[in-house]
Antibody, heavy 117, light 111 residues
């Protein structure tokens, strides 16, 4: 069974940093692209970043401030978030790309990031 | 970036009756590999999103056959043949033909 479990959310001050983690199980993590997607309170979905063995992409809204990385030996995906802003407040989900380019086939439960002074 | 729009944004439905949601993209979603990476996701209240339909019309594992997708190019539709109580939630279309992935604004379906 595919499982994705996010952690690391919490309260951060504007200009501060947080590091999110997503631990995967139930599939061969190293062979799948992975994404971070966020959802501000009461709002829709916003794609944040993608990582595969060969490519990394970011949304314009986070490029230069956020860094996506992965440790295939630990079946883990990370999102280092720096220079946080109030508008980064959201639930952050990790989501997998399935085989044959099947985007966002499995999602974690999410972790809440709140940016406030 | 590809902009995704949806209509309606809110859809009151009657149990047992059909429902339909439209999605339009600002440019063709046909990939250079010939596939069209248009997906539909469902988000029930308090839950993470769940993939329903991928590549326009393919139901994901475990998705009931009352859900169907259709369309081509820039215009797509999600249909629920007979709405059940568990279908209440927000439905998003999403394109993964090119980065950045983009979502529609969501359509709230309630009874």
């Amino acid at each position: 069974e595919v499982q994705l479990v996010e952690s690391g959310g919490g309260l951060a001050q504007p200009g501060g940093s947080l590091r999110l983690s997503c631990t995967a199980s139930g599939f061969t993590f190293s062979t799948h692209g992975m994404n971070w997607v966020r959802q501000a309170p009461g709002k829709g979905l916003e794609w944040v970043a993608y990582s595969s063995s060969s490519s990394i992409y970011y949304a314009d809204s986070v490029r230069g401030r956020f860094t996506i990385s992965r440790d295939n030996a630990k079946n883990s995906l990370y999102l280092q978030m720096n220079s946080l802003r109030a508008e980064d407040t959201a639930v952050y989900y990790c989501a997998r790309v399935g085989g044959g380019w099947l985007p966002l086939d499995y999602w974690g439960q999410g972790t809440l990031v709140t940016v406030s002074s | 970036d590809i902009v995704m729009t949806q209509t309606p944004l809110s859809s009151p439905v009657t149990l047992g009756q059909p429902a339909s949601i439209s999605c339009r993209s600002s440019q063709s979603l046909v990939h250079s590999d010939g596939n069209t990476y248009l997906s539909w996701l469902q988000q029930r209240p308090g839950q993470p999103p769940r993939l329903l339909i991928y590549k326009i019309s393919n139901r994901f594992s475990g998705v009931p056959d009352r859900f169907s997708g259709s369309g081509a190019g820039t215009d797509f539709t999600l249909k629920i043949s007979r709405v059940e109580a568990e279908d209440v939630g927000v439905y998003y279309c999403m394109q993964a033909t090119q980065f950045p992935f983009t979502f529609g604004p969501g359509t709230k379906v309630d009874i």
